[in-house]
């Protein structure tokens, strides 16, 4: 899977099998929270939610 965004960190311990099963399921959404490089592939990135930012102040705003 190609990356939308600049670099990603070990996607294979944690993200990849989301991103599989997101590529897999068409009713599903991936979402992505982190401090830096908040990423999705190319292949899901319509159905995605990438949000670049401190956890903290995020879930504050929402």
């Known amino acids: 899977m190609k990356m939308v965004g600049n670099k990603h960190n070990?996607?294979?311990i944690i993200k990849y099998p989301f991103w599989q099963?997101?590529?897999?399921n068409p009713g599903a959404v991936y979402a992505c929270?982190?401090?830096m490089d908040a990423a999705a592939p190319q292949e899901i990135a319509r159905?995605?939610?990438c949000i670049q930012g401190d956890i903290g102040k995020v879930?504050?705003?929402l």
């Open 33 to 35: 929270l982190n401090l």
């Open 59 to 61: 879930l504050e705003l």
């Open 21 to 24: 099963m997101t590529a897999q």
């Open 10 to 12: 070990t996607p294979g």
């Open 47 to 49: 159905r995605s939610i």
